[in-house]
């Protein structure tokens, strides 16, 4: 999706021809892939992640299945950021392969699977463990191959990558239902500790496509100057040691030579955000957005390098600068941005959309200092955890309207 069209390429290079306009038979809900899984999944986090602050201050208890630090977690990436990336790729898809995207019936009965696990999950103590598990890893499964189905179809090989990563985070969600997965010393556990370095990596992934496209164009059309570093062996080189890095943080998180590779990859991470020149489009909250939250990714390498080092930066810091900054802020930012474009809106962030995107960085930020001040995590939480309701329900608010009607 280019600045000014909604059926460009996603990552800026010419794509094939765009897919045929949605039949109006079908309810504009279910015309493309991201109206509801983009409405849905920020419902859902906007009202989620209070009522696991609700639960941490001692007011409630979280589904039996997990405990409560691992059901926060489980569904931030396997609720929320599975609905977000799912609505994102079934609409990048038919602009990366030329093919139909997936609308209708069919779209309508995946989003009605994402449902069922919510729904398993919250009613687990009424359900056998292995329906609830088999309900809520359906879902990713069935979209690694969806996407899967289409790649092959039009034979876009260079898109196996992003199929591999969500197959890979469907992985991780099953794990999070094999309880040896829990033996290992995390509260997270592997199956969460796995979504979230897939979650990384997809976000360096179509990070490193959208970013720059959506930088150049607008420099192109309002600051000519210095533009980003087209992508070259030196991106392939960061997703590399990224990818590298993560595995052998699962293998051996507590390792010397482990620290030494992340805080390489932070700091690799770091120069690649810099070659893309978002200092010369923040007068542009659509793109300046995007560059924040990327920013994010880095200091998560370094802050789990430094926890590595240090007691003073505990484990929950680095993994927050990666889950509520890096997911948290990207995917507001994708949301609206995706949301404007493909309703045939202007481009522009209004002033309830900037708010928007301040409320989402300081939740990322005061939930970093939760991570680092253990004597305030309370009160640092319940501030985190307003800004973050305020960032995620007034999405809904101001975009829910414009996703569930037709197109503009």
Same mark, same amino acid.
């Given at each position: 999706?280019? @600045?000014?069209?909604?059926?460009?390429?996603?990552?800026g290079?010419p794509?094939?021809p765009?897919?045929?306009? *949605?039949p109006?038979?079908?309810p504009a809900?279910f015309s493309?892939? &991201?109206r !509801?899984? &983009?409405?849905?999944?920020?419902? &859902?986090?906007?009202l $989620?992640?209070?009522?696991?602050v609700w639960?941490?201050?001692?007011?409630g208890?979280?589904p !039996?299945?997990?405990?409560? =630090?691992a059901?926060?977690?489980?569904?931030?990436?396997y609720?929320?950021?599975?609905?977000?990336? @799912?609505?994102f790729?079934?609409?990048?898809?038919?602009? +990366?392969t030329?093919?139909?995207?997936?609308?209708?019936? !069919?779209?309508?009965a995946?989003?009605?699977?994402?449902?069922?696990g919510?729904?398993?999950?919250?009613?687990?103590?009424?359900?056998d463990?292995?329906?609830?598990?088999?309900?809520?890893v359906?879902f990713?499964?069935?979209?690694?191959?969806?996407?899967?189905?289409?790649?092959?179809?039009?034979?876009s090989?260079s898109n196996?990558?992003s199929?591999?990563?969500?197959?890979? &985070?469907?992985?991780?969600?099953?794990?999070?239902?094999w309880p040896p997965?829990w033996?290992?010393?995390?509260?997270? $556990?592997i $199956?969460n500790?796995?979504?979230?370095?897939a979650?990384?990596?997809?976000i360096?992934?179509?990070? $490193?496509?959208?970013?720059p496209a959506?930088?150049?164009? +607008?420099?192109a059309?309002h600051n000519p100057?210095?533009l980003?570093?087209?992508?070259? %062996?030196f991106?392939?080189?960061?997703?590399a040691?990224?990818?590298?890095?993560? =595995?052998?943080?699962?293998v051996?998180?507590?390792?010397s030579?482990?620290t030494?590779?992340l805080?390489?990859?932070g700091?690799?991470?770091g120069? %690649?955000?810099? %070659?893309? /020149?978002g200092?010369?489009a923040?007068?542009?909250?659509?793109?300046?957005?995007?560059?924040?939250?990327?920013?994010?990714?880095?200091?998560?390498?370094?802050l789990?390098?430094?926890?590595?080092?240090?007691? /003073?930066?505990?484990?929950?810091?680095?993994?927050?600068?990666?889950?509520?900054?890096?997911i948290?802020?990207? @995917?507001?930012?994708?949301? @609206?941005?995706v949301?404007?474009g493909?309703?045939?809106?202007?481009?522009?962030?209004?002033?309830?959309?900037?708010?928007?995107?301040?409320?989402?960085?300081?939740?990322?930020?005061?939930?970093?200092?939760?991570g680092?001040?253990?004597p305030?995590t309370?009160?640092?939480?319940?501030?985190a955890s307003?800004a +973050?309701m305020?960032?995620l329900?007034?999405?809904?608010?101001?975009?829910?309207?414009?996703?569930l *009607?037709?197109?503009?």
């Amino acid at each position: 999706m280019s @600045t000014t069209q909604p059926n460009a390429g996603f990552h800026g290079a010419p794509q094939k021809p765009a897919a045929s306009a *949605t039949p109006t038979a079908i309810p504009a809900i279910f015309s493309i892939g &991201f109206r !509801p899984f &983009f409405v849905a999944g920020a419902l &859902f986090a906007g009202l $989620g992640v209070p009522y696991w602050v609700w639960i941490f201050v001692g007011h409630g208890a979280a589904p !039996p299945v997990f405990t409560p =630090i691992a059901w926060h977690a489980h569904e931030m990436l396997y609720g929320y950021l599975a609905a977000v990336v @799912t609505g994102f790729l079934l609409t990048a898809m038919p602009n +990366w392969t030329g093919l139909p995207p997936l609308r209708g019936a !069919p779209l309508a009965a995946l989003f009605a699977l994402w449902v069922a696990g919510r729904i398993a999950i919250a009613m687990a103590a009424h359900l056998d463990a292995r329906m609830v598990a088999v309900i809520d890893v359906a879902f990713l499964a069935v979209v690694a191959l969806v996407l899967a189905r289409d790649v092959v179809r039009s034979k876009s090989w260079s898109n196996l990558s992003s199929v591999a990563v969500i197959a890979v &985070f469907a992985g991780g969600n099953a794990l999070c239902h094999w309880p040896p997965a829990w033996a290992a010393d995390s509260a997270m $556990g592997i $199956g969460n500790a796995t979504g979230v370095a897939a979650a990384i990596l997809l976000i360096s992934l179509v990070g $490193g496509r959208v970013i720059p496209a959506f930088t150049r164009n +607008w420099l192109a059309a309002h600051n000519p100057g210095r533009l980003p570093i087209q992508y070259s %062996r030196f991106d392939s080189l960061v997703l590399a040691v990224g990818a590298c890095t993560l =595995i052998a943080w699962f293998v051996a998180p507590r390792a010397s030579t482990v620290t030494g590779a992340l805080a390489l990859a932070g700091v690799l991470h770091g120069v %690649r955000l810099t %070659r893309w /020149a978002g200092d010369r489009a923040r007068r542009e909250p659509l793109v300046l957005v995007l560059h924040v939250g990327y920013a994010f990714v880095p200091l998560g390498f370094l802050l789990l390098a430094a926890s590595g080092v240090t007691s /003073a930066i505990g484990e929950s810091a680095a993994l927050h600068a990666w889950t509520a900054g890096a997911i948290g802020v990207m @995917t507001v930012g994708m949301m @609206t941005r995706v949301g404007l474009g493909h309703c045939g809106r202007p481009l522009v962030a209004d002033r309830f959309t900037q708010a928007m995107y301040a409320a989402v960085v300081l939740a990322a930020l005061v939930r970093i200092a939760a991570g680092l001040l253990p004597p305030m995590t309370v009160a640092l939480l319940e501030i985190a955890s307003a800004a +973050w309701m305020l960032a995620l329900l007034g999405f809904v608010v101001r975009y829910g309207p414009m996703l569930l *009607t037709p197109r503009m």
